[in-house]
């Protein structure tokens, strides 16, 4: 399983980015998919799941309202949304996805990061 992920940048506060994530080597479209980031000097942190279908989604309290997490399975992606961004959204941010189908985690196979940097 491959996952790239890309669409970061800088950006003023209050502006928006979209990342994407690109996913190859099984069925998309039977696994969960999920959104963490990693700013300097802190642990990675939860930003948001979303369900195979596409039908349930999940966000952390820091971006809810802010960010929305959505999927195509017919071009294996992810995307994030990310509206209203403030400095502290500043992170390496990552895709990651489960191992087993039908769950919502663990988390087993990882993309690279994309780095969002928000100024002030």
């Known amino acids: 399983v491959q996952l790239q992920a890309y669409g970061g940048g800088l950006v003023q506060a209050g502006g928006s980015l979209r990342l994407s994530c690109g996913a190859s080597g099984r069925t998309f479209s039977n696994y969960a998919m999920g959104w963490f980031r990693q700013a300097p000097g802190k642990a990675r942190e939860f930003v948001a799941s979303?369900?195979?279908?596409?039908?349930?989604?999940y966000y952390a309290d820091s971006v809810k309202g802010r960010f929305t997490i959505s999927r195509d399975n017919a071009k294996n992606t992810v995307h994030l949304q990310m509206n209203s961004l403030k400095p502290e959204d500043t992170a390496v941010y990552y895709c990651?996805?489960?191992?087993?189908?039908?769950?919502?985690?663990?988390?087993?196979?990882w993309g690279q990061g994309t780095l969002v940097t928000v100024s002030s």
């Open positions: 979303i369900d195979w279908s596409g039908g349930s989604t």
């Open positions: 990651a996805a489960p191992k087993a189908a039908g769950q919502w985690g663990p988390y087993d196979y």
